[in-house]
Structures are given as C-alpha cells and as structure tokens.
C-alpha cells in the first residue's frame, strides 16, 4: 500500500535498534531479528518500498568485511545471513552507522536512557544528568541525520525518543522533504518536562518534522503545551497545528497495536505447546494451579516490584488464595549497561526469594521466575497458559504486551458467554479465557479499561484485591470480557496503525491535530 502512495518518492526509516543484527555464531557471522511485532511489521513496509533504514549497527558481525563492508548490507537477508536478498524478494537497503562505544555509551545508555526515559515516562529520581550525555546525543544525532541525508530522502520516518534532534538537522539540508516522527513513550507536562535542561533545544528538534505521532492524543496535548510554553517563536493555533519558523507542523494520535492473527497462530504453534511443557516440567506446575503471568523488559517503569508487593499483600490477607496459584514472571534484562537497571534486576529478584521465602512451603513456590531467551512463539505459550495476566507499569506509552495476552487467547471464542458445553475446535483451548489486570497509567488502558480490571499499581491494597478478583473471576464473566478486549484489539491493529502512517508520510491526510485543548 506504502509504494503507491509514495510513487517515486523515496523513503528513509531512521530508528536507533536495526531490524537484523550480525552476531557472530560459531565464528560465522549469522543474521538475527529482534523479537517483537513493531519491527516485524515496519521491515513490510519498508521492503515494499526498497528504500532505506538507518540505524545503529549494533551487532558484534555487523561490519564483518563478509556482511557489510562499507556498513550497507541489503535485507533481508538470505539463509547464510550474509546479505543481499535476490531480485524476486522484496528488500530494501539497511544503513549501519558504526558508533564508537564511548559515544554509545553516552548517547544511548546516558542521555536516551537515564534523561529522556525517565521524564517522557514521569520519573524525576531516575534522571542522571552527566555533562557527557548532552554533546554526545547531539553528536550521534547528528550522525543519523548525516546518514539520512545521503540516502537522497524524499520522505524520512524518525523512529523514538533517540532521535528528538535528527529532524532539524536534517531540515536544514533537506527543506523539501517530508519529515515524520512517531514518538513511542508518552509526552509529560509541562511541569515535569521542564526538568530537562535541554527541552526547548528537544522541542524545536522535534520541530523540524511536518508532523509528530503520538499514541494518545493527551501525550499529543502534553507536546503542544510544552510547545507553548518553551518555545517562545512558536504559535499553537486553536486547531492543535504548530505554526515554527514559517512551517506548520501537525501533531496526531494514533494508537499502536498488534497483529492479532499472527500472536494468535503463535500461541496455537507447537512450539508455543513445547515451550510451555518445558515450564510446566522444569517448575512442576500443578494443573490445578491458576497461572498468574506477568511478562516485561526489566525496566522500573513495569511496576514489576509494585506487581511483586501487591502478590505478597494479598497472600498476607487471604491465607485461603495459599497453593492456589503460581504467578510466572518473564523477565527480560535491558539496558544492562546501567546502574540502575541492574540494582532492579537484583531487586526483583530479591523481592521474589523473599516472597517465595515467606509464603513458599514443601509443594508450593508462589513466584516461578524465567529468564529463558524465548522467541515470539514460545512467549506465546506463556499468555495462551495464563488464567490471569497482570500489567502494572508506572507509566508506559502504549504496552504491547497487554494486547498480545489478549490476541494469545485464542478469537473468536465460539461459545462465548456459555458454559463449556460446546466442544471448542483447539482442544488445548478447553479453558476460559484468562483475564488481563492492567494499569491504569498505560496507554492500552484506554481501549482495553473497563473490559479488563484496572489499577493503580501504587495502590497496593486495591491491587491485591484486583487480582484476587481476576482469580475469582467466573467464566461468563471471563468470556464476556474477553469478547469485547478481542475486538478492540482487532479495531486498533497494527495495520490500522501502519496505514495511518502511511497516509501521514505521504501527506495524503492532514495529520489530525487532537481536539482536547
Ligand atoms: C515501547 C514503549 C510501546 C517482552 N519480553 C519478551 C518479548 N517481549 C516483547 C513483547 C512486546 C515487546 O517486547 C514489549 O513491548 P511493550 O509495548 O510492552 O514495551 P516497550 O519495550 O517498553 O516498548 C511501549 C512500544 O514501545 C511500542 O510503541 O507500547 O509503551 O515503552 O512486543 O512481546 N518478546 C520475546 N521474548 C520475551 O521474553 N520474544
């Protein structure tokens, strides 16, 4: 769809992470794709239009002489993963920047990560302001927006929060052309924003696109007051556009989802079935037991440690929930570069043994926790397994993971509504759908709430009673609710997301400005 709305137009993604990594295996470099569905579908949409995407090549084989000597290497690649794919295959160019460490070090894991993260996610205590990080987000901004511009764009999609500075650069050397960003973690206040000693020098970088995506149009708000508020030559007009420096610049929501089908198939794939006996086996889960799942990257903004205190909490007022349940957690270490993450790795697992410690007895361990390498498909297999699954993020611009849980369930549930009476086709599936706990400081809340229990996740009592709730929960009542997460989930896919878009890189629609101000 994206290549005739371009036509000859060419187009540049520019995201800091790569859609293939080169990592040495067995001394031979081997491609790899980072799991997860966003980067599954922007490579569709990208290979459709041979064009280009720059990111930052990562991978230990990424300039391997034999990959990509001169940092270029086409996609995807073929089975050697050695590059080039062949003419009747769709493919595009994959443009590695080669960053030195120290660069890295203070762009990525300093100002991206200990700066912007934790502000665009409302976190002050977390904010690290080292006199490096500033310079070297410039520079490495600087740098993509360098690559960029010699792949000759005629519309540029900027990827996140690392590359709030890129567009302006490249504005200045490519007046013409169509800049787009899509902004992936919410937008804070004004209030909390102004924090950040380098706002206003974020804000007109931001500025040098013709349009700003959000997922929420309150984010899509927050971004306009900051707009109004710090930088002086700019004018918010009533219809939420951005008049700067003789350019109108729109904003616009635009909710991200998943592809529902695909998580669907995954959850019924044997791989998912395999993966999930070797849990059952290795942590001798008892089919009596309700699953309680939880599944994040190890970040505090997760709420993993809130989630952990709620469990204890509810263990500690309802002795009867005792061998009831097991709750799962999936853990994935991120960003281990930082200080602060590893003292929450260490942190949660603390918190676990002290949990299992207290409540634990001779036949049962309240919190199984993993931190297997798993790929989409056996992840899968832990949501289809899942009787409840809990998401307490402190803040999180969309949360894929909520969606996903919901998608794995199985769709449509034919006999929703009914006692089991009715054989279902998937006889794994002889189950009622579990229920999704979800914070209320997510952005999925505001499609998946009131169908899946909300929470406050600093709110220990009311979320320990929330969870015994979805325990508790009958199955009508899990149908029901299950039936309306479906379809709101299917309503904001990931296609419905991508074209969008579509229409907004090509300019065929006015991104729309949100109407709430
Ligand atoms: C940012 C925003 C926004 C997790 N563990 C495993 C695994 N995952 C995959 C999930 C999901 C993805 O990682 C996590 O996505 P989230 O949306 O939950 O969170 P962030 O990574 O923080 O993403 C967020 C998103 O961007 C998109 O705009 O929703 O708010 O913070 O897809 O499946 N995948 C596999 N194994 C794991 O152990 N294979």
């Known amino acids: 769809m994206i290549d005739d709305a371009l036509g000859d137009r060419s187009l540049v993604v520019v995201s800091n992470r790569e859609p293939y990594v080169h990592e040495y295996a067995d001394g031979e470099p081997t491609a790899e794709r980072p799991a997860g569905g966003l980067v599954t579908a922007l490579d569709g949409v990208v290979a459709e239009t041979g064009g280009t995407w720059v990111a930052w090549g990562s991978g230990d084989a990424d300039f391997d002489p034999a990959v990509a000597p001169d940092g270029e290497v086409d996609v995807p690649p073929d089975s050697n993963g050695a590059g080039a794919a062949d003419a009747d295959r769709p493919g595009y160019t994959l443009s590695r920047l080669d960053l030195p460490r120290r660069l890295v070090e203070n762009y990525y894991y300093g100002y991206s990560n200990q700066v912007l993260w934790p502000i665009c996610h409302l976190e002050a205590d977390p904010v690290t302001v080292d006199p490096a990080f500033a310079p070297a987000y410039r520079e490495a901004n600087r740098r993509f927006a360098e690559r960029a511009v010699e792949a000759d764009p005629d519309v540029v999609w900027f990827q996140d929060y690392h590359l709030a500075l890129a567009p302006r650069y490249v504005r200045e050397q490519r007046p013409g052309a169509r800049l787009v960003q899509f902004w992936h973690v919410p937008w804070p206040t004004p209030d909390f924003f102004e924090i950040c000693p380098q706002g206003t020098e974020l804000l007109r970088g931001l500025l040098g696109n013709d349009a700003v995506g959000f997922h929420l149009d309150r984010y899509a708000a927050n971004f306009r007051d900051c707009v109004a508020r710090f930088v002086p030559d700019a004018e918010v007009t009533a219809s939420g556009a951005i008049r700067y420096d003789g350019r109108t610049v729109e904003t616009y929501a635009s909710p991200i989802g998943v592809d529902p089908e695909r998580v669907a198939a995954n959850a019924r794939s044997d791989a998912a079935t395999h993966y999930w006996s070797r849990v059952t086996d290795r942590y001798d889960l008892d089919p009596e037991r309700s699953i309680v799942l939880g599944v994040d990257r190890l970040d505090y ?30 853990g994935t270490r991120t960003r281990e570069g930082i200080p602060a993450y590893r003292r929450y790795y260490d942190e949660v697992r603390d918190r676990i043994a002290d949990l299992n410690g207290a409540h634990g007895t001779a036949d049962w361990t309240p919190v199984v926790y993993i931190e297997d390498d798993i790929d989409d498909r056996e992840l899968a297999g832990l949501y289809r397994h899942a ?47 579990g229920t999704l706990v979800l914070s209320r400081f997510v952005g999925a809340a505001e499609s998946l709430c009131p169908a899946a229990l909300s929470v406050n996740p600093y709110d220990v009592a009311g979320f320990a009673e929330t969870i015994r709730e979805a325990l508790e929960m009958n199955e009508p009542e899990r149908h029901e609710r299950m039936e309306s997460l479906q379809a709101s989930v299917r309503e904001a896919d990931i296609d419905a997301w991508l074209s969008a878009q579509v229409d907004v890189l090509t300019g065929e629609e006015q991104a729309v400005a949100a109407d709430d101000d």
């Open 387 to 433: 009787d409840a699954a809990v998401v307490s993020s402190r803040r999180d611009g969309m949360n894929l993971v909520a969606k996903e849980f919901v998608a794995a369930q199985g769709q449509p549930f034919p006999n929703a509504g009914l006692a089991q009476s009715t054989p279902l086709e998937d006889p794994a599936r002889e189950r009622a759908p």
């Open 301 to 330: 903004t997760k709420g993993v440690i809130e989630r952990l205190d709620a469990l204890a909490h509810l263990l500690e007022t309802t002795p009867e929930l005792a061998g009831e349940f097991t709750y799962v957690q999936k």
